[in-house]
């Protein structure tokens, strides 16, 4: 395994950290406060090209490999996480599906917009009865002569409120269970189609999410994305793919926890000397160090696997799972060292310990992964 970066990509990793510490860092507080990404930072990253890590540069993308976006996802992670879900969620999950399962009609119509963010990119499937259960769908799709009417609604639905084209699961033949749902790709500007509440949230203010309201939605039949009933199948691959970016978001963040706190540890001084003299503190801030090696080189192999075409479905899964609890141990560990320092909203150590919450909920919950590492050793144990 090679996880060496090759020229551009450092050049590109370069770029982002400073544009992250220059720029994103310093509006960490109004992103916070506004539960807003600036529009001078949206534009930014449009222009470095933030918006196309995933799509091919034939669609005006960057055409980078999973080794090099996580590369550059780790850079990010180092920041607001709002912003960082932002970006993830779009260049993750958001339009993965078209660029993997597409056609090469909806890849021209539908790319170009996305790689310069002209476009945003979401992913629509979980509904107040399909949460976990992503096979629970309410949400119809029904032929109508050369188009879909959808009917339902979908919740929790990061980038909705600015996300141009969704990936949206429907059912087709509820008859036929999770061989039923259909992937679809929908534009806001659809007859049925509207946003509904914004939800707040405990952390990652500035990536807003909110309800889908699918109302007879006029979907073409030429935006069915992949084939009919491989819609869940389809999420599976799409939310798979993503799962090694997400974990290097989480690397990014708990690396720039670890970095606060050393600075931290180093210049408090209690009983006389800085604490990190103290064997309580030592061992947390080693541990956090630990753990993140760790996930650093986890989070490379499984990109390097995507990378090969491999199939890491367990992996995937792992990392995942990993990624998220080792996420929210390190910041956990950051409140402690902290003090009360680390309790306070104008320090960024709290702002970090609820973005870190979530991760172990969504994109498939701890408790998820864990069913699925199971199930794919079932299978490797019975063969």
Not at 133 to 144: G, Q
Not at 346 to 352: G, L, Q
Request: net charge negative; aromatic share 8%.
């Amino acid at each position: 395994m090679d996880f060496t970066l090759d020229d551009d990509i450092q050049f590109l990793k370069k770029n982002v950290r400073s544009f992250v510490q220059t720029e994103v860092e310093a509006s960490a507080m109004e992103i916070e406060k506004e539960d807003k990404v600036p529009r001078r930072i949206i534009e930014m990253s449009k222009d470095m090209g933030l918006f196309g890590l995933s799509i091919p540069e034939e669609y005006g993308g960057l055409g980078i490999g999973m080794v090099g976006k996580c590369a550059l996802y780790e850079e990010i992670g180092a920041t607001h996480n709002g912003f960082t879900t932002l970006i993830g969620a779009h260049t993750g999950i958001g339009t993965v599906g078209i660029v993997e399962l597409g056609s090469a009609p909806q890849k021209d119509k539908y790319l170009p917009a996305l790689a310069r963010g002209d476009s945003i990119g979401a992913f629509a499937l979980t509904e107040p009865s399909a949460g976990s259960n992503a096979t629970n769908l309410k949400t119809t799709a029904v032929k109508k002569g050369d188009r879909y009417l959808l009917n339902g609604t979908k919740h929790y639905i990061t980038n909705a409120p600015d996300a141009d084209i969704f990936t949206v699961m429907a059912v087709t033949d509820a008859g036929k269970g999770a061989k039923g749902i259909t992937s679809f790709i929908v534009e806001k500007g659809f007859p049925g189609f509207k946003i509904g509440a914004v939800e707040p949230k405990m952390g990652l203010h500035g990536s807003q999410s909110a309800e889908i309201i699918l109302e007879d939605c006029e979907v073409p039949e030429e935006n069915v994305l992949g084939t009919e009933g491989q819609g869940y199948v389809n999420a599976l691959k799409i939310l798979t793919n993503g799962r090694a970016g997400l974990a290097a978001r989480n690397l990014g963040s708990s690396q720039k926890l670890l970095d606060l706190s050393m600075e931290y540890v180093q210049e408090r001084e209690q009983f006389g000397v800085p604490i990190i003299e103290h064997q309580a503190v030592a061992h947390m801030i080693s541990e956090m160090a630990v753990e993140i090696e760790a996930l650093r080189s986890f989070t490379y192999r499984i990109a390097w696997m995507v990378d090969q075409g491999e199939k890491v479905i367990k992996e995937a899964a792992m990392l995942k799972l990993y990624g998220s609890e080792v996420y929210n141990r390190i910041a956990d560990k950051a409140v402690q060292v902290h003090g009360g320092l680390g309790y306070i909203s104008d320090y960024p150590i709290e702002r970090f310990f609820r973005g870190a919450r979530i991760t172990r909920i969504y994109e498939g919950t701890s408790e998820i992964q864990k069913n699925i590492i199971a199930g794919q050793l079932k299978k490797e144990y019975s063969s």
